[in-house]
């Protein structure tokens, strides 16, 4: 077993290193689909560079990371050579892959509990369930072509995957500070994370003696870590320019250089008098308007509603990247036990396949042969939107007639006739 | 300068009435209005449509020689064809391929012109509504005695006239444009002029008074080219401007032609498409009306019979007290200090 | 004629009637002839005001010489110098040597405002749309997006009592905007005798537009009055750059008549000294030949190591017998040239291929056998997205480090990129700066109409001071007339000169779309709210699937054969 673990790892590094060392890590770099405005290292660099040069990097146009970032990744280039930065960066990877499977571990052992309790059953789960669950979800972090390319491509995309997962461990393990401190580190750099308080609290609420307190506690340090690092970078700037050049750079959507998202070609065309209509619903439509019904209807299964809200972040957010879309895409073996339950999976995969195929040549059609234009890779862009919309929705469908199954029986039949199952 | 004159011709006629104590005949007074504008817009860019700015200056030309100072034209042109490098002549912008006449000539004034060209700029000169620090030369400073031309060239459809081939004005746009600047008492009498493909479509939503519309074509037909220059390679002017200029160009500031000849330049046969006239808003018989109400120009005279005094103004003649400084120049080049050395 | 004498009049009379000040201005026009070892001829055209009074608002507004409509704007808007030129044409350093004034292609408005301006932004939008309307050049397109206050390139040109900064300066460039017949009509209506009289009359949209380069420059600053420089005067010149090819002709004789189409009649008026002067160093030498009539009188300068000798006419002296044409008549086919070439130029370009990224090439050639301090600013407009950290200076393959820099990055629709560098070019070299930058994705009304044509991105200025006077024409900054630069020796030479401005493709979306792809995105943002709104409000229930009659009638029989089947069984 632990040789698989090792292989594996070893595997996933070495891939990432070798591409890394040869001529591809700069043409991945520079792809629009793995750098957006918010994670390329080259803004980094650059932003990094004029911070040296005592300019503030965000009166310019190019660096959105937070000042924390802007003074660990100063820290970075400064005293990290070439191949030790590409080997933080495939260590990072690598153990957000580790993080994922504790986190995978712990939600399998939990479900397995779970159904016990709630069904009787003497139906054992043979007792490596856990640990296949971990190993396929490290698996998937690891091979997902998705997450290669994002390392490779030495976004900062790597360094917030990692704050996920440990979110996403730190949630299973119910550990209010850990969880806090990094869903406020990354509420800090991309703003939409907050909604994963909301997974973190209930974990909390669950376990905790009383419901009340949990919450509050939750809440208090939650919004006391992020003061402090607010406040920890207004010192590190000396003055607040930096909030429009990061959270105002997320809200306000300036950036229209494409990218796998929904944003930049809607608000290439906009009409001005509209604009700011469609990005504030935009905007709601990503980070508010799902929080509270998708939180009450999972509220029994808080992994699924992380799950969900980053698949809509990922979907809807302002700038995405394939690395955020790889992150959720690996949590998938997660959900094994509801994929007897889904019907739209072969589609899916190929809109994926072909999508992730389609957008360099569209692109490369487009920008440099000239042959096409930007509708084209719009039309790629937009088809990969709506596969990872059926990817969520099947997934919610699933479990919510995975739930019905559990308490109803497999059947579908009512007093011996044809039944079906319908939302009402 | 040319304010100078003005003013000049005004008080030296004050002056002389102050002397004499005219008293004004009956028939001195015999138009109604008391200035001329013209506002005249090229919409089109690009070099092929080299022929819609030689329409333009055709008539603004006309416009010129018949009287109208540059300060009250507005001239609006989309593209630079006199100094386009594609131009074997610079600087010239012929009517026909004799080159009879330079239609750009050596004193012109563009007042909008190439990006300003657009539906906004023009619906804003027309109402009034500018921007602040907009110089008087793109102002159209009209007022209730004022006649303005406002002819139109460019591509255009039905209901429609494209601007810079990248946004268009409706005719809708158009005749509201037109209503505000009567109920803002903006002008006392229009003549319209459109001269591009299903023209008439141009001027059948207009609703106020006193504005009579003339289009190249009726809905349905297209405005046709007059012919090509192979030196320039593309068409050089549009039938119905050539016809018009060339009746236009018979026109003095003294001639006695109106406007219902005006009406009749271009016959079905030489323009290839029927000219639309639209009278109904119109309160005059054009027949009865001189070209030059609309081409020509009034001076703005004020008459009076009172005595004015224009003894010298006592103006505050408070020297002004120069002080002795030491000035200097500054060096032109800083002086080097290496940040790395 | 009638006109002028009546203005004359009536102008006379306001002043009789405010403040009865004896006149204290003076009018200079001058032109240069100046046939250059590649076989064009520079014309060079400078009518110079000057007016001895102080820059006030109040002072402005009643002019005699000066031109009323730039005094007004001058006066309105607290400016302090100005320079605007409106070129056509890029000028070849290496072999035209270096202009009277360095102007970049287009439209360029350089403006240092008063030192009690403070709303200097609200002052030079003002300035530039006067400007706009007085030239008839769409100058109006300049704010802040595209205006800048480098702190190196540009000095007040002015005497001035106190240190300045570069804080109320302004310089913007519109690479873009065409310089036409519309431009030159007011230009010419600025100068006192309009083009009825004198050197103006010289100039002939047709004959000035179909040169290699042509330039209008109105420059604007205060000088000394008198030697001690305790008070100051106004000076205003107007400058006409043109630059004639003699190679068209095969004996390659020229004339004024032959460059703007007629001869002059006369000297205006109003100016103090008219004067026409023909460079004739290279005669004998590069070229042979004649000048008739011959000149009143021929004068040597030396300047900064250069000899050159020049022809003076007088026009009032030459007009008096009709119409005046300078002709040279070549006795002899060219010789083979003795060719100087100039001690610095620039070129720049852009490499790389697509619309996504590119990098900005600019190269500087130091041919003199010293080492050259210079000023690069280069201004970068804000849809290129500039990587400071990839600049690299090499200089014979090794990297070079700059002696000081200025940067400021650029913000989308709000402030160009504005990098300024002083380098030392070491000397025989050749000096490589590139920079990367990223095209920026523009909405689509921010696209002009031709967006397929590109976008223009206006020259890089280089500045130095050069220790020799090798093909050096400008005026000593003291100096007002062409007159003074003749034997102007000075310790350097300050030099500007341009890059070529360079044409951006952009990636441009489709025009046509918006309606279709708001309603496509909003389809897909509806794809999810719809599944997420059914499953967050509804509960699974199973359900009899409910049969139309069709289906009924159609199970009816298949249960009645079956069920015949099975009883069969």
Redesign the interface.
């Known amino acids: 077993m632990s040789r698989k673990w090792l292989s594996n790892f070893a595997l996933a590094g070495t891939i990432r290193l070798l591409i890394m060392n040869s001529e591809y890590q700069r043409i991945i770099g520079n792809r629009v689909e793995v750098s957006t405005a918010l994670n390329s290292w080259k803004r980094v660099t650059e932003g990094v560079y004029l911070h040296k040069f005592g300019i503030d990097p965000y009166e310019g146009d190019l660096f959105h990371e937070t000042p924390i970032g802007l003074y660990v990744f100063t820290l970075m280039q400064e005293y990290l050579p070439q191949w030790a930065l590409f080997l933080l960066f495939v260590i990072v990877d690598l153990t957000t892959a580790l993080c994922l499977a504790i986190a995978a571990k712990h939600y399998a052992i939990e479900l397995a509990t779970k159904r016990k309790e709630e069904k009787d059953e003497n139906k054992r789960l043979s007792k490596d369930v856990p640990n296949t669950s971990a190993l396929y979800v490290s698996a998937a972090y690891l091979f997902n072509p998705y997450i290669i390319l994002n390392c490779i491509g030495l976004t900062t995309t790597v360094f917030t995957n990692l704050l996920y997962s440990i979110a996403l461990v730190s949630m299973t393990r119910r550990s209010v500070l850990w969880s806090c401190a990094s869903i406020a580190l990354l509420t800090l750099q991309g703003l939409y994370p907050m909604s994963l308080m909301v997974p973190a609290t209930i974990y909390v609420a669950t376990t905790a003696k009383n419901r009340k307190i949990g919450i509050i506690t939750m809440l208090i340090v939650f919004t006391s870590i992020l003061a402090i690092l607010f406040a920890v970078s207004y010192c590190i700037m000396g003055s607040w320019s930096f909030l429009w050049s990061t959270i105002g750079f997320i809200l306000t959507v300036p950036d229209l250089r494409p990218n796998i998202g929904l944003y930049w070609y809607f608000f290439t065309e906009m009409f001005e008098h509209f604009r700011w209509l469609f990005i504030a619903s935009f905007q709601i439509n990503v980070s508010l308007l799902y929080i509270v019904p998708l939180a009450l209807r999972l509220r029994r299964d808080p992994m699924l509603l992380a799950f969900s809200y980053l698949a809509i972040a990922a979907i809807f957010k302002s700038y995405p990247c394939i690395g955020d879309v790889g992150f959720y895409i690996s949590l998938l073996p997660l959900w094994k036990h509801l994929f007897q339950h889904m019907q739209q999976g072969f589609i899916v995969g190929c809109f994926l396949l072909f999508c992730t195929v389609f957008a360099p040549t569209v692109w490369h059609q487009w920008i440099y042969s000239r042959s096409a234009n930007a509708n084209f890779y719009f039309g790629v862009t937009l088809a990969f939107a709506i596969a990872q919309i059926f990817l969520l929705t099947d997934i919610l469908f699933a479990s919510v007639k995975y739930e019905f199954a559990v308490q109803h029986g497999i059947d579908k039949k009512i007093n011996g006739n044809e039944a079906k199952l319908l939302l009402e | 300068m040319r304010i100078h004159l003005a003013c000049c011709t005004m008080i030296l006629i004050s002056f002389s009435m102050s002397c004499h104590t005219w008293e004004i005949t009956d028939n001195f007074v015999k138009t109604e209005h008391s200035n001329n504008w013209a506002v005249l817009v090229d919409t089109s860019r690009f070099w092929f449509n080299y022929r819609h700015v030689a329409n333009v200056l055709s008539i603004y030309r006309s416009v010129k020689r018949l009287g109208i100072p540059d300060s009250q034209i507005i001239l609006m042109i989309a593209d630079d064809m006199a100094c386009n490098p594609r131009n074997p002549r610079p600087a010239t912008v012929f009517n026909n391929i004799k080159q009879h006449i330079n239609v750009y000539g050596d004193d012109v004034e563009v007042d909008y012109r190439g990006y300003e060209v657009t539906v906004e700029n023009f619906v804003r000169l027309l109402t009034g509504r500018l921007a602040q620090g907009t110089p008087r030369s793109k102002k159209l400073l009209t007022d209730e005695g004022s006649n303005i031309l406002i002819y139109l060239t460019g591509h255009g459809g039905n209901g429609f006239l494209k601007f810079q081939d990248s946004e268009e004005i409706t005719s809708q746009e158009l005749g509201d444009a037109l209503e505000q600047m009567w109920q803002k008492r903006r002008y006392h009498e229009i003549l319209f002029v459109v001269d591009t493909c299903q023209a008439s479509s141009m001027y059948e939503k207009f609703y106020s008074p006193n504005i009579l519309a003339v289009a190249s074509s009726l809905v349905g037909e297209d405005s046709l080219s007059h012919h090509v220059d192979p030196a320039i390679g593309v068409y050089i002017i549009d039938r119905y401007t050539y016809y018009a200029l060339n009746f236009l160009e018979k026109v003095e500031p003294s001639s006695t032609k109106t406007l219902g000849e005006f009406l009749k330049v271009c016959p079905r046969d030489y323009c290839l498409s029927t000219v639309g006239v639209r009278r109904d808003l119109f309160r005059r018989d054009p027949d009865k009306v001189p070209v030059i109400d609309f081409f020509g120009s009034l001076r703005p005279v004020e008459l009076t019979t009172n005595i004015m005094n224009i003894l010298p103004l006592k103006s505050n003649c408070t020297k002004i007290q120069e002080f002795e400084k030491k000035y200097n120049y500054v060096a032109q080049f800083p002086e080097i200090v290496s940040q790395y050395t | 004629m009638t006109?002028s004498r009546?203005?004359v009049l009536?102008?006379g009379l306001i002043n009789?009637?405010?403040?009865?000040n004896a006149y204290n201005d003076f009018f200079d026009e001058e032109l240069m002839l100046k046939p250059l070892s590649s076989d064009h001829v520079y014309a060079y055209f400078q009518f110079t005001t000057i007016w001895e009074t102080?820059n006030?608002v109040?002072?402005l507004q009643h002019s005699h010489l000066f031109p009323r409509g730039l005094g007004e704007i001058i006066g309105r808007h607290n400016v302090e110098e100005l320079h605007v030129t409106l070129t056509?044409g890029l000028w070849n350093y290496q072999k035209w040597g270096y202009p009277f004034h360095d102007a970049g292609p287009g439209a360029e408005v350089t403006a240092w405002f008063n030192k009690d301006v403070t709303n200097i932004e609200e002052e030079w939008?003002?300035l530039t749309?006067?400007l706009?309307?007085?030239l008839?050049a769409?100058l109006?397109?300049v704010d802040t997006s595209n205006s800048m206050s480098p702190?190196?390139t540009f000095?007040?040109?002015s005497?001035?009592?106190r240190p300045?900064n570069s804080s109320h300066l302004r310089y913007s460039s519109l690479p873009?905007e065409?310089?036409?017949?519309?431009n030159l009509?007011?230009f010419k209506?600025l100068l006192p005798c309009?083009s009825k009289r004198g050197l103006a009359t010289l100039l002939?949209?047709?004959h000035?537009?179909?040169t290699n380069y042509h330039s209008i420059g109105i420059h604007f600053r205060?000088i000394?009055r008198n030697a001690?420089?305790?008070?100051?005067s106004l000076e205003l010149r107007q400058t006409v750059s043109l630059i004639y090819d003699t190679m068209i002709d095969a004996n390659q004789d020229w004339s004024i008549r032959k460059f703007f189409g007629m001869g002059l009649k006369g000297a205006c008026p109003l100016a103090t000294l008219s004067n026409i002067y023909v460079d004739i160093s290279d005669n004998n030498t590069n070229h042979i030949y004649e000048l008739t009539p011959s000149p009143s009188a021929k004068v040597v300068s030396l300047r900064g190591g250069q000899q050159n000798e020049i022809a003076v006419y007088d026009i009032r002296a030459h007009s008096s017998r009709g119409i005046f044409n300078i002709a040279a008549v070549h006795s002899a086919p060219k010789n083979n040239a003795i060719y100087y070439p100039s001690i610095l130029y620039a070129n720049r370009y852009i490499i790389g291929?697509?619309?996504?990224?590119g990098s900005l090439v600019t190269k500087l050639y130091n041919n003199h056998w010293q080492a050259l301090?210079i000023?690069l600013l280069e201004n970068i407009p804000?849809y290129l997205?500039v990587?400071?950290?990839s600049i690299t200076i090499t200089c014979n393959e090794q990297r070079v480090?700059p002696?000081?820099?200025r940067?400021?990055?650029?913000?989308?629709r709000k402030s160009p990129?504005y990098l300024e560098l002083?380098l030392r070019l070491p000397p025989h070299s050749i000096t490589k700066i590139t920079i990367d930058m990223?095209y920026?994705?523009?909405?689509?009304?921010e696209y002009?109409?031709?967006a397929n044509h590109g976008f223009y991105m206006g020259p890089a200025i280089v500045?130095?001071?050069l220790p020799i006077a090798r093909n050096y024409t400008a005026l000593p900054?003291?100096g007002s007339t062409i007159t003074s630069s003749f034997n102007a020796s000075r310790d350097?030479y300050?030099v500007q000169l341009r890059t070529e401005s360079l044409l951006i493709s952009l990636?441009?979306?489709?025009?046509s779309?918006?309606y279709n792809?708001?309603c496509?995105?909003c389809t897909?943002?509806a794809?999810?709210?719809g599944?997420?709104?059914?499953?967050?409000?509804?509960?699974?229930?199973?359900?009899?699937?409910e049969k139309d009659w069709k289906g009924k009638l159609f199970s009816f029989f298949v249960g009645k054969l079956f069920g015949a089947k099975k009883k069969q069984d």
Request: charged share 20%.
């Open positions: 006109i009546i203005l009536f102008t009789i009637g405010t403040c009865n102080e006030r109040e002072t056509e939008k003002g749309n006067a706009a309307g007085l008839c769409s109006n397109f702190e190196f000095r007040l040109t005497v001035t009592d300045v873009r065409i310089v036409c017949t519309e009509t007011p209506k309009d002939n949209s047709a000035i537009h179909n205060s000394c001690a420089c305790t008070r100051t291929y697509g619309q996504e990224r301090d000023i804000w997205l990587y400071l950290n480090h002696l000081a820099q940067y400021l990055p650029g913000r989308e990129y002083i990223d920026l994705f523009l909405k689509w009304q002009p109409p031709d500045t130095a001071l900054l003291d350097a300050l990636p441009t979306p489709d025009f779309m918006p792809v708001i496509l995105a897909a943002v794809l999810a709210f599944p997420l709104h059914n499953i967050s409000t509804k509960r699974l229930v199973l359900k009899r699937i």
